[in-house]
DNA sequence: AAGTGGTCTAGACCACCAT
DNA sequence: TGGTGGTCTAGACCACTTA
């Protein structure tokens, strides 16, 4: 048999389903599937890279632990799409100390265009005093304010971005990336501390000054851990708690 | 072919690997593979349980995506042990605000017998009023104190644990739970929030009374969920940040 | 009825480790 | 050298969805 596409393209470096998995992200970044549609069913992707139907479904089935697709008995595998539930379940921690879970509303403060930070501008992998937008959000959870959202974007990537089309989305702010920009964010890292609100913050929620807050500094990635937006989001945990449920739900059912 | 155990034992009800799965984790609970030791080998394992390696190895690859084995290649596949380094990974989250990881020390400041309160015997599954025992850590990182634990535990599953056997353990906390009472953490689940230091915990942190400390209520779980010890973790954050990465070494690499 | 993903099998070959 | 887990294959059959 001659040499496939896939057993060249590896050149005899690691395991073929790797390979595979990193071909089927490639056309991902290259959005030759959209979010949201199918991709070829199974057969036909395992005939395309020339490998056998286990060795295709072994690279599905990473693609899928990292929600990047979503399999559907009887239907297919589809690209993920950013929805009230997948926010819910993957990127807002934050649930009533009675355990009850609830979609947050959001009300957008600022809009503003500036230049990144030294620190921002590394984290985000931008050049220095690269441009920046800064958006400020009240999110209120059953009528109650509780999180004050601080977003830092590179303005490159979202060049035509104005505050009125970001107020106007009619979903999440990632679903609006995703579909409005291209950017796919597929995972996030977050860091937390203690903090004191300041006279400002305090004045938002409507809690004392100096009241412990919450905060959460967050990095969202997409393919590849390519860094796309930082966030610090600021929580009154006077009702609500920042949940982190490792293991079961995040790896095998 | 006459219908083999697993085939039988399974009554039709769901895919076989979760069945064989069930099978293995009920004998890692009877301890008949116990802790550091290799299990009998994939071959071996599947003869055993009348199913194809394949099956056999689609039932591991899950206890091993919950970090309950770990395979070895040309060693052997063997159930995980509490150490360092799992506890670095997957149980202690706090790290420097560069990003370095430090191991703390401990050091017992309480160690008392008392009743469960009703929320403590609900979280715990025990009875109304049931013994448990308490115990209060000062944890330090890089010699500056900087965590406070406070543990309750089901008497009943710790009977002869002594505040001497518990502070003389040369190793990790869980360590010792799963080589002396054979209670096996697998997995944890936590909610945090932000709190101000009272004076009794601003005096062992070194910090000022109603500085933000950020607090960690933990419930540590065995095999099939079963929860064996509550934690709260009250953390100074001024050098430290709780890191809580999701998603890529959570399920696939 | 046709197409999809989900499960299960049997076997080959490879990479790695202990002896 | 023999045993272990890791990869890959080819195919059968099942469960589910859509039309």
Chains 1, 2 share one sequence.
Not at 158 to 168: C, I, N, P, V, Y
Not at 198 to 216: E, G
Request: with cysteine; net charge positive; charged share 20%.
């Amino acid at each position: 048999m001659p040499p496939t596409i896939a057993q060249s393209a590896a050149q005899g470096h690691g395991p073929l389903y790797k390979e595979v998995k990193r071909l089927l992200t490639q056309s991902l970044i290259e959005r030759e599937w959209a979010p949201g549609v199918a991709l070829p069913s199974e057969t036909r992707l395992a005939k395309r890279y020339g490998v056998s139907i286990g060795t295709l479904r072994k690279a599905i089935d990473e693609l899928v632990a990292e929600r990047i697709v979503q399999r559907h008995q009887g239907r297919g595998t589809f690209v993920a799409t950013h929805n009230a539930n997948r926010l819910l379940f993957h990127f807002f921690h934050i649930v009533g100390r009675d355990g009850h879970q609830a979609f947050p509303t959001t009300q957008t403060l600022h809009f503003r265009c500036a230049k990144a930070t030294e620190d921002e501008a590394q984290r985000l992998g931008l050049a220095a005093h690269a441009k920046v937008l800064r958006i400020r959000n009240l999110l209120s959870l059953e009528g109650q304010p509780v999180i004050v959202d601080d977003i830092v974007l590179p303005q490159a990537r979202f060049s035509d971005l104005t505050a009125q089309r970001f107020k106007q989305r009619d979903n999440t702010i990632y679903h609006l990336y995703q579909t409005a920009y291209g950017i796919n964010v597929v995972r996030s890292s977050e860091r937390l501390s203690a903090v004191l609100a300041t006279a400002d913050i305090a004045a938002l929620l409507k809690i004392q000054q100096h009241a412990p807050l919450l905060a959460i500094n967050r990095t969202a990635l997409t393919y590849r851990d390519a860094p796309v937006e930082l966030r610090r989001s600021l929580v009154n945990t006077t009702a609500h708690e920042y949940h982190s449920n490792r293991g079961k739900e995040q790896s095998a059912g």
